[in-house]
């Protein structure tokens, strides 16, 4: 699945849980855009056809400063409007910081809207 770079997307966590995976399947569907990041070379999100960016980061377990540092540069991206919280390191990060995103999104139905 292609998206254009104007698309608003979600950043997806591609961890080791069935529910990393979902989102990203259940969002791609939506044609919503899907940019999965991870520490990993080739976590099973980013084989997801649904899969739209894929994103290495640091290791949250080995280099915390450096993921919340690479979620601060993906959040201020054009084209993210949404980080799905599903590790602990992300919301840590929303809790230490004052970086907020300039629109917090909500899902509903098939269009991202505020």
Same mark, same amino acid.
């Given at each position: ?6 698309? %608003? ?5 591609? *961890? ?8 990203? @399947?259940s969002?791609?569907?939506k ?5 999965v *990041?991870?520490?990993?070379?080739s ?10 960016? %894929? *994103?290495? /980061? ?13 979620? @601060? /540069? &993906? ?11 599903? @590790? ?12 907020? &995103?300039?629109? *917090? ?8 809207r @505020?």
């Amino acid at each position: 699945m292609e998206s254009s770079d104007s698309e %608003q997307g979600v950043i997806i966590p591609a *961890i080791s849980t069935a529910s990393s995976t979902a989102a990203i @399947r259940s969002l791609g569907r939506k044609s919503i855009k899907t940019v999965v *990041i991870s520490e990993h070379d080739s976590p099973p999100g980013f084989r997801s056809k649904y899969c739209d960016v %894929q *994103i290495p /980061v640091p290791d949250p377990t080995e280099d915390l400063p450096g993921y919340e540092q690479a979620l @601060r /540069v &993906l959040a201020r991206r054009p084209d993210v409007e949404t980080i799905l919280p599903f @590790r602990e390191a992300i919301s840590t990060y929303y809790r230490k910081t004052t970086l907020t &995103l300039q629109n *917090i999104w909500v899902l509903s139905g098939h269009h991202l809207r @505020r």
